[in-house]
Nanobody
Framework: QVRLVESGGGLVQPGGSLRLSCAASVNIPSINAMGWFRQAPGKERDLVATISKGGITKYADSVKGRFTISGDIVKHMSYLQMTSLEPEDTAVYYC???????????WGQGTLVTVPS
């Protein structure tokens, strides 16, 4: 019943910046958190950052100090501001929303971020 749509991916040179956006088709009060994962070629999907309904943020060690997650969780909107991008950041980035009470996790279709070496 909930669909997530990401946007903002593209090609950016090393050291550059990019901002990803995520929005949901419908808003459900039971949402617990939103976040971003990424999957690089030949790698597993890994956590990038999360933001809880209360505004608490968490980051993977690899992006701390470079990426910033923000948004309005109640409104089902999430943003990932990426700076100082490196080739290692190249991946498909997926938005997700967690509805803990409903035992539901919803994923977006993914948006590709490419940082050439």
């Amino acid at each position: 019943q909930v669909r997530l749509v990401e946007s903002g991916g593209g090609l950016v040179q090393p050291g550059g910046s990019l901002r990803l956006s995520c929005a949901a088709s419908v808003n459900i009060p039971s949402i617990n958190a939103m976040g971003w994962f990424r999957q690089a070629p030949g790698k597993e999907r890994d956590l990038v950052a999360t933001i809880s309904k209360g505004g608490i943020t968490k980051y993977a060690d690899s992006v701390k100090g470079r990426f910033t997650i923000s948004g309005d969780i109640v409104k089902h909107m999430s943003y990932l501001q990426m700076t100082s991008l490196e080739p290692e950041d190249t991946a498909v980035y997926y938005c997700y929303a967690d509805y803990h009470v409903l035992h539901l996790e919803v994923w977006g279709q993914g948006t590709l971020v490419t940082v050439p070496s």
